[in-house]
């Protein structure tokens, strides 16, 4: 954004608010799983865990994405860093199943038994 010197632009200073409140988020996240995980709260820090692994996945897309569009369609074009972020994080998301994530999550908080490793073998 500053080499194309488009940090004066006002949509483009809303996206770059928008991917620090996702950052600030994840990061929000990351360090309530530590402290419980660090307080030996294992089976609270197993499910901050998953609804972590969750929220963070679509941030981090959603942060990408604001990226993308405030800097064009050259931002997609290799050796952008963006290009390959993008290309990294989009095969990163499907290892685990979202839809399976946020299921597990969901019978977590009714009680139901749950796999909270998202591992099938």
Same mark, same amino acid.
């Given at each position: 954004m500053t080499r194309q010197n488009k940090t004066a632009d006002p949509y483009v200073q809303q996206r770059a608010g928008s991917m620090k409140v996702n950052i600030e988020t994840s990061h929000l996240w990351l360090a309530h799983v530590a402290q419980l995980w660090d307080s030996g709260r294992r089976a609270g820090a197993r499910r901050a865990g998953g609804s972590a692994r969750h929220l963070v996945e679509h941030l981090a897309l959603e942060t990408v994405e604001h990226c993308v569009r405030a800097c $064009?369609? !050259?931002?997609?074009?290799r050796? +952008?860093?963006?290009? !390959?972020?993008?290309r990294d994080l989009t095969f990163y998301a499907r290892h685990d199943n979202d839809d399976h994530v946020l299921a597990t999550i969901g019978r977590a908080a009714l $009680?139901?038994?749950?796999? +909270?490793?998202f591992f099938k073998p």
């Open positions: $064009g369609a !050259r931002s997609l074009v050796p +952008s860093p963006v290009e !390959r972020i993008l $009680g139901e038994t749950h796999d +909270s490793s």
